[in-house]
């Protein structure tokens, strides 16, 4: 530990030029494949159940995208760069903005035809199950898919920024 000025005590400084985060902790890496699974599933079920309870699509897939983060606190950059790729994640980001576009133009196109306007266009089941909403669940599903893969992709972009500043 290091004495400044003032003799407060500081942590010595991480901030060294061309060194990559090597993380050899078992500690982390354990907690990690621990907690990598359950973010994923609480990020589905909050996905999935967005219009039974609090949540849905945006919080959903920030609990998932969430789990790109901890990977990279655990494994470092190059276990992140195995399972992801940028231009992957970023094509996925669009089909989920393309879905939640269809559905929502499907209640469109209802409204044109003489019904009434964004008017549930999916059955709707029965009320309290998974499927009793008829769109809203699948536009929470394609909403969630747009986030996590928005916010995954912009993770991998701050871990390679954050890479090629340390070269």
Sequence with gaps: MKSNKKGYKSLPSTNKKNKDIKVNDVIITSCASVVLPIAIILGAYVIMHGHLSPGGGFQGGVLIAGAV???????GSDGVR??????????????????????????????VSGYRFFANTISKGTPGTLFSSGTIFWMNFAVGYKVLTGIGALILIMVSTLNSNKE
């Design 69 to 75: 983060a901890i990977l990279y606190v655990a494994y």
């Design 82 to 111: 195995k399972l992801f790729n940028i231009t992957r994640l970023k094509a996925s980001e669009s089909m989920g903005a393309l879905g939640f576009i269809f559905i929502a133009s499907l209640g469109l196109i209802y409204g």
